[in-house]
């Protein structure tokens, strides 16, 4: 089992830029695929990007392309979301998540998660 715990969120303003951490305990996060999701009030938990156990792949929705880097730690145990340009509509709870395998972009194939962290971007 993997217990993982989000933390870096915060207020910023639109263009600003924060490091959203994921940091896991229990197990290796280099055994599986990780997934970083968000969900605004009201709207349901939408994929941002993923990155593979060996760092070398990851995949990103197109909405944070570009703009959006996940990066990740393995001897710290570590996964990184990098948010550059930040816009209001960036505004949810960011949640980490791992998968066994491949750059899944559906919640379900994701098995533990964390508890989540506030981005609110004003304008």
């Known amino acids: 089992q993997v217990q993982l715990v989000e933390s870096g969120g915060g207020l910023v303003q639109a263009g600003g830029s924060l490091r959203l951490s994921c940091g896991a305990s229990g197990r290796s996060v280099s055994y599986y695929s990780m997934g970083w999701f968000r969900q605004a009030p009201g709207k349901e938990r939408e994929f941002v990007g993923a990155?593979?156990?060996?760092?070398?792949?990851?995949a990103y929705a197109d909405s944070v392309k570009g703009r959006f880097t996940i990066s990740r730690d393995n001897a710290k145990n570590t996964v990184y979301l990098q948010m550059n340009s930040l816009k209001p509509e960036d505004t949810a709870v960011y949640y980490c998540a791992s998968a066994d395998v491949g750059l899944p972009r559906a919640a379900f194939d994701y098995k533990y998660w964390g508890q989540g962290t506030q981005v609110t971007v004003s304008s």
């Open positions: 990155i593979r156990g060996s760092g070398d792949t990851t």
